[in-house]
Nanobody, 121 residues
Framework: QVQFVESGGGLVQPGGSLRLSCAAS??????????MGWYRQAPGKQREMVAR???????IYTDSVRGRFSISRDNAKNTLYLQMNSLKPEDTAIYYC?????????????WGQGTQVTVSS
């Protein structure tokens, strides 16, 4: 079963940038062949979808990050990325990556440890 390991989080000031990475391993599954997404969970809130990329390349973003975040993948490295610009305090959360069903949009893999993003001055 494919496993995902997130990295790249940290503490950043409002208006700053971070790039998150999600490395896939443990199986022959390739990120470019799967629907892959970034999700986040803030304290006291439910996990929410941030961005998704379909195997054909189409992308979807939640309204609050559209125009600031960009999801991409490196097929050679089998890695998913999330470029986050113009960060706001409300972006503070643990960020996770996972594959999702391209027919239903429902996450379908195992959740990793996530990577903490804290936006604060």
């Amino acid at each position: 079963q494919v496993q995902f390991v997130e990295s790249g989080g940290g503490l950043v000031q409002p208006g700053g940038s971070l790039r998150l990475s999600c490395a896939a391993s443990g199986s022959a599954d390739r990120v470019y062949a799967m629907g892959m997404g970034w999700y986040r969970q803030a304290p006291g809130k439910q996990r929410e979808m941030v961005a998704r990329i379909y195997s054909a390349g189409a992308t979807i973003y939640t309204d609050s990050v559209r125009g600031r975040f960009s999801i991409s993948r490196d097929n050679a490295k089998n890695t998913l990325y999330l470029q986050m610009n113009s960060l706001k305090p409300e972006d503070t959360a643990i960020y996770y990556c996972n594959r999702f069903s391209q027919s239903s949009g429902v996450p379908m893999g195992s959740w990793g440890q996530g990577t903490q993003v804290t936006v604060s001055s």
